[in-house]
């Protein structure tokens, strides 16, 4: 799984038009100085040699060095990954708050007008582009109120705490109508299931049924879907960083494509896929821990 | 104690089909004593389960049931009840699949704990402890063990257990059952019959009782309902509704039934299939199947007519079956 | 991805479906016309709306979309320039104008290919079994494991930027909640007993598979065409707002809003109207979209 990662991250090199080495040296670079930087890099040697060589240094935890900064792209991939860490943690928070209680209201109340009301703003979140809603955000709370930076990540933890909070709401907008829908759908089916039957039938109020009868179930299967919605919210985190000038791994990926510097994108983006995996691998533990009929395979 | 327990008159429930209304249950009426066990017979689709559920309001989402309900939880006159009110508070429910009926994501014991821990306001080690002590009522061995583990751990009969002590935790004076024995294996459904009926002894309890299982139902119950096409076509004692019936349909029914028949090949299957309860037609529901239907029987109107102190049928030709 | 979460809960292979022979009945067009719901109405005229203006973009357009004009940079809504000018003084209602002519095709064929896609392979997986479905399910199990989006990015940045690239890119990887669908659907429709009729009569395969099974399993995939025709929209807009999409001076929604964004503090509806617009045609083409999906659930 993951060397088929890899290998398509490692293929991004071979199908590039154009000579990085070149890229390299510059335009004014005579012919000799090009062909002993090629030298030098390696890349001369047969494809599956260099395939090889990318491999066995990726095990090492080396991701080659930067054609823009010269720095290695591990170091740049370091200082950002905080930033990212922050906004997708404090936005799948933000997404938690807003998709439950959305979602139960919705299911409690299928067919009302609070489901109406749920699913037409669904259906708004839906078709609202995220970077545009980080610009209006900017624009109708940032600006008129002063209590958030326009942009940044600022240094202390308290300036990281403001910096972060319009950027991880933007994420929790665009998220948020996907969580709804599932989770609506699979707390409506607890409720029509037998055991929330016999939740009913020995009595208490409601808020006690859904916490005790309904909201573990029904997050089961929306755990899966979550994890499934992380290949949108690291591009919604790209996005977002971008709007925000957060100085993220998403920004990074952006800058890094903009500026052709070709090693940093093969960095992030197996970076990106290696986070994939990762919330993969906790969705399978997070669902083993609601559901006590799933065993975790060793 | 000349109170009934429980009055049920002229309940209808309506349901929605594909935007269209339907009647599965057309005005049900009956009474229970304290301490009785009442069987409903019928066919799938006649309305047994969905009278069962209507008593709780716990009806599948659309479902809507309108009648007279009266039930009285302290000895007194029977008096109307939203179902709210007796959750938990005189009236407990058991289902037909123990697996569906639990909370997969609740350890038994805790399940059964709920019940004590929201009405009487017991701490959480009282309830647990009251808990273990229903787990060894309904004769589940060595409970302090097994109240920690998952329903999906126990075994079918097991699993019918620990519903019933759900049940029992509120101290219901009506349980009501839901074929709580058709998903079990042969031996285990005698087991959960007996645990029934030991109960309904040691705590005074009426019992409601929904099969299409007659045997089953003849074994356990004392009084016997039968319902068809949503309606009861008749009641009375069961050992009495079951050697001489009183309606053609129940009399069918017994000559499916294969233990009241002497050999299999008497077996006889009833021709023709239930109305559809979309589009029921007046008269007896009955009669296109009755092998005994005459004339006057689609020109009736349902009413069940008493034919001694204790039975009623919906039959206006009943003497027809007394026939040899 | 995005849309594969509630596509690929819709259709177990073993589940009977009454819609199957729904197409049998014939209907006349005015009854289909009154149930139609007010939504899909409303739906289907705002995204009428905006082909029309994609049509007649030269007629509702006051002025030429790439035309620089020096002097009246950033200009204030006029009589002249209704929505005011951007920085290079281009008029910006007529630019949001000619935008409808990039993002409305491409979000279209942002949907539609890999639709097309998804459908074919999908079809062969399902209907010829054996290795070619082990291979086409294999592919697919490697591209699903991939954040789409970020690996779109890279292969943009590969391909060189512009609208073939995204277009291919968003083909290559977007067609798999298509195939599965379609293949599930296929090995259901294959197991009726019609099919089993057909081929005893003599049909050839292919026939069997674009009489009988065709038409069953497009409405299905068709149903999701709309809501994937939004992600490919706001997508393409927001590649184009980080600068990998569509290269300027074209005018498209998404890089006017990354324009727009410096200027918020004073002409804040040069960032705000074309996110607008987007929304209009996401909101549109969702409506028509539940319309669909409710029509066959029916």
Not at chain 1, 205 to 214: D, G, H, N, P, T
Not at chain 2, 71 to 92: L, Q, Y
Not at chain 3, 86 to 111: C, H, K, M, N
Request: net charge negative; hydrophobic share 45%.
């Amino acid at each position: 799984m993951m060397l088929g990662i890899v290998l398509v991250v490692f293929l991004l090199l071979q199908i590039t038009p154009g000579d990085p080495v070149r890229q390299i040296v510059g335009l004014r670079a005579t012919q000799e100085q090009l062909e002993e930087v090629r030298a030098e890099m390696g890349l001369d040697d047969h494809v599956l040699v260099q395939y090889g060589r990318y491999v066995g240094q990726l095990a090492q935890g080396d991701l080659g060095y930067s054609y823009k900064s010269k720095k290695p792209v591990t170091s740049m991939i370091a200082d950002r990954m905080v930033v990212t860490a922050w906004l997708l943690t404090a936005g799948v928070l933000m997404t938690l708050l807003i998709s439950i209680p959305a979602a139960i209201a919705a299911a409690l109340y299928r067919g009302k007008a609070a489901d109406q009301v749920i699913r037409g703003a669904g259906l708004l979140g839906l078709s609202m582009p995220a970077f545009w809603v980080g610009v209006m955000l900017l624009l109708l709370v940032a600006l008129p109120t002063g209590w958030f930076p326009p942009g940044g990540f600022g240094e202390t933890f308290g300036e990281h705490v403001r910096s972060i909070f319009l950027p991880a709401l933007t994420l929790a907008i665009g998220s948020s109508p996907f969580i709804i829908r599932s989770l609506r759908a699979s707390t409506i089916s607890v409720l029509n299931s037998d055991y929330v039957a016999t939740g009913r039938s020995i009595g208490g109020s409601r808020s006690r049924l859904v916490r005790r009868f309904v909201l573990r179930n029904a997050a089961v299967s929306s755990v899966t879907v979550l994890a499934l919605e992380i290949g949108f919210l690291l591009f919604g985190a790209v996005v977002i960083e971008t709007t925000f000038a957060l100085p993220g791994l998403g920004q990074g990926l952006v800058l890094a494509a903009r500026g052709r510097d070709l090693p940093a994108i093969q960095g992030y983006t197996l970076l990106f896929a290696v986070i994939v995996v990762a919330v993969y691998l906790l969705s399978d533990i997070a669902q083993a821990m609601l559901d006590p009929r799933v065993e975790i395979e060793s | 104690m000349s109170e009934h327990l429980l009055e049920v008159s002229d309940l209808h429930v309506t349901m929605q089909r594909r935007g269209l209304p339907i009647t599965p249950v057309d005005g049900v009426s009956l009474t229970l004593d304290r301490g009785e066990i009442l069987g409903i017979a019928g066919e799938s689709g006649s309305g047994k389960t969905l009278t069962l559920r209507s008593i709780l309001g716990l009806l599948p989402k659309g479902g809507v049931a309108e009648g007279d309900l009266r039930f009285s939880n302290d000895g007194g006159r029977p008096a109307p009840f939203e179902p709210t009110e007796v959750h938990g508070h005189g009236i407990s429910i058991i289902f037909q699949e123990p697996m569906t009926a639990l909370n997969p994501t609740m350890r038994v014991g805790d399940h059964i704990a709920e019940g004590p821990r929201i009405h009487q306001g017991m701490s959480k080690a009282d309830a647990r402890t009251r808990a273990i002590e229903l787990m060894r009522l309904v004769g589940i061995p060595s409970p302090e063990r097994r109240a920690r583990m998952w329903p999906h751990q126990l075994s079918g009969g097991l699993r019918q257990r620990v519903m019933i002590a759900t049940a029992l935790s509120t101290e219901p004076k009506l349980l009501l059952c839901d074929e709580p024995t058709t998903a079990l294996d042969v031996s285990v459904q005698d087991q959960i019959l007996g645990l029934l009926q030991e109960l309904r002894g040691r705590l005074e309890m009426a019992i409601i009782f929904v099969s299409h299982d007659i045997a089953v139902l003849g074994e356990l119950c004392d009084r016997l309902a039968i319902m068809y096409a949503g309606q009861i076509v008749e009641i009375g004692p069961a050992d009495d509704v079951i050697s001489q019936p009183n309606h053609p349909y129940t009399a069918a029914l017994m000559a499916s039934v294969p233990s009241f028949q002497g050999t299999s090949e008497e077996l006889q299957g009833i021709p023709g299939h239930p109305p559809d309860p979309g589009a029921f037609a007046s008269g007896c529901r009955f009669a296109p199947r009755c092998a005994f239907a005459r004339d006057d029987c689609t020109q009736t109107t349902y009413e069940l007519r008493p034919t001694s102190d204790d039975r009623a049928t919906a039959c206006i030709h009943p003497e027809v079956l007394a026939q040899p | 991805m995005t849309a594969s979460g509630y596509l690929e809960s819709t259709s177990e292979p073993d589940s009977p479906d009454p819609s199957l022979d729904s197409g049998a009945i014939p209907i006349d067009e005015r009854s289909i016309w009154r149930r139609i719901p007010m939504k899909g109405k409303i739906g289907g005229a705002i995204v009428l709306l905006y082909v029309l203006v994609a049509l007649f973009a030269p007629v509702i357009a006051t002025h030429d979309p790439i035309e620089i004009d020096p002097i009246t940079r950033l200009a204030s809504p006029t009589a002249e320039h209704i929505l005011g000018t951007d920085e290079l003084g281009r008029d910006i209602f007529s630019r949001i104008v000619y935008a409808t002519r990039i993002d409305l095709p491409l979000g279209f064929l942002g949907a539609f290919l890999p639709a097309l896609l998804g459908v074919a392979l999908g079809a062969m997986a399902g209907y010829f079994g054996g290795w070619v479905d082990s291979v086409i399910m294999r592919v697919s199990d490697i591209v699903q494991a991939f954040p789409a989006y970020i690996l779109i990015i890279a292969l943009v940045f590969a391909l060189g930027q512009g609208a073939s690239s995204i277009i291919f890119a968003f083909t290559i990887l977007g067609w798999v909640a298509y195939a599965r669908l379609v293949r599930s659907e296929v090995l259901r429709v294959r197991g009726l007993d019609y099919v089993h009729a057909a081929r005893v009569a003599g049909l050839s395969r292919f026939r069997i598979l674009r009489v009988h099974v065709f038409p069953n399993v497009i409405s299905q995939a068709v149903v999701y065409l709309p809501s994937d025709i939004v992600f490919a929209t706001l997508a393409l807009a927001a590649f184009s707002f980080l600068g990998l999409g569509i290269p300027p001076p074209t005018p498209e929604w998404g890089a006017m809003i990354a324009e727009g964004q410096p200027f918020i503090r004073t002409n804040w509806w040069f960032a705000t109207v074309p996110g607008i617009v987007i929304v209009g045609l996401g909101l549109g083409m969702s409506l028509v979209g539940e319309t669909a999906e409710e029509a066959l659930e029916r």
